[in-house]
């Protein structure tokens, strides 16, 4: 087993810019001509759909509101008979409000896609966290920073979007899609970016405690040369029998693979993308455990060392963890010392790259390769 070593936690003055990579490609909003919104009076109700045309404008940056996508409506009582019904999107919604009740009380939740349910949930959790908390959470870092690093190694590290000086992945419900491309994902499948997701496996819950791994040679025993749903074996018999137990012991199991044939191959992709989620989809049925999966489509170099990749969600970049960590893990902070990784490109002389130690060491995971960990 090898131990990544510990990442630092940096405090920023509250004027300064941090430039995010990220920032290139992050995902447009129309929160970005976000106004103040002013407070909620307390006799206004919270209303949650999805449009039913194109005809409605957000309050908040008065852009059309497109059919079919999630709006949240302020509704108060007005002068006459009727309700004032004022329509925003999601990240145009005003939510500073300390009157206001939690997104499952919303009128209309219950019959929201569960990713736009978590969406919701997420919006409002992030607006509950207080300057104060974070402050202290930032505090705690700098104080174990000043220990020796024998003792170090046994503290409890917490890995939050709010306190680690990383990148921030803007994320809307709008930019998620059924298709990547022009390729049509199968059922549950989604597709952000150049991320293809699982969007939620049935018994899946979010930890404090991370168990990741990589697919091809690490899980599943694949090659290059064969394309099929089929085209694949386990790559340990232990495999089903270690998952389950970490399962058991409320870890949420996680994987995170590249597969860039879905870029390349422009005049097959539909085949590549059917080939990589249905070998996904049995090995989950194969294994009967609930995973949650993240596919980088991305082009890039092999990842080996000194080189720089062109996606930022394709390993060794760390944007598929940052993309799970701060927004499908239900903002729970992660207990960086019980979470690993297992992943077979270690940059070993029969690797065929180091992209997976260099993803453990970005995030500051411990790392296992495959052999080491089921046997």
């Not at 489509?297 to 701060?326: I, T, Y």
Request: aromatic share 10%.
């Amino acid at each position: 087993m090898l131990r990544i070593p510990n990442f630092f936690a940096v405090k920023l003055p509250h004027s300064t810019t941090f430039p995010s990579p990220l920032s290139l490609f992050a995902a447009a909003s129309p929160s970005r001509n976000r106004p103040d919104s002013p407070l909620m009076a307390p006799r206004e109700l919270v209303k949650a759909e999805y449009a039913k045309s194109g005809r409605s404008s957000c309050n908040g940056c008065s852009e059309k509101i497109e059919a079919k996508t999630l709006r949240l409506a302020l509704v108060s009582k007005g002068n006459g008979p009727f309700d004032v019904v004022k329509w925003h999107h999601l990240n145009c919604f005003p939510t500073h409000s300390s009157s206001r009740n939690s997104p499952q009380k919303f009128e209309g939740f219950s019959s929201l896609k569960s990713i736009d349910q978590e969406a919701l949930r997420k919006l409002f959790a992030e607006n509950e966290m207080s300057e104060e908390k974070v402050d202290k959470a930032v505090e705690d870092e700098e104080n174990e920073l000043q220990e020796t690093e024998e003792h170090s190694s046994k503290k409890r590290k917490l890995c939050t979007p709010d306190v680690k000086a990383v990148v921030s992945i803007e994320f809307s419900v709008s930019d998620v899609k059924s298709n990547y491309k022009d390729a049509t994902l199968l059922p549950k499948w989604k597709a952000f970016q150049t991320v293809i997701f699982l969007e939620r496996d049935d018994g899946l819950r979010d930890s404090t405690k991370i168990a990741a791994f990589d697919f091809d040679g690490c899980l599943a025993k694949t090659d290059v040369k064969r394309v099929g749903a089929n085209a694949w074996s386990l790559m340990h018999s232990s495999i089903p029998d270690k998952l389950q137990s970490l399962y058991n012991d409320g870890y949420k199991l996680v994987i995170f693979t590249n597969e860039s044939n879905i870029e390349r191959w422009k005049k097959k992709r539909q085949a590549a993308v059917d080939s990589k989620i249905g070998r996904l989809n049995n090995f989950i049925d194969k294994v009967k455990v609930p995973v949650q999966v993240f596919i980088a489509c991305g082009v890039g170099n092999s990842g080996k060392a000194g080189q720089q990749l062109d996606d930022h969600f394709r390993k060794p970049k760390p944007g598929m963890w940052h993309l799970m960590e701060q927004h499908f893990n239900s903002g729970i902070a992660i207990d960086m010392d019980q979470s690993f990784y297992v992943g077979d490109a270690a940059g070993r002389k029969s690797d065929h790259s180091d992209a997976d130690i260099k993803f453990a060491e970005a995030i500051g995971l411990k790392f296992y390769v495959p052999e080491e960990y089921f046997t």
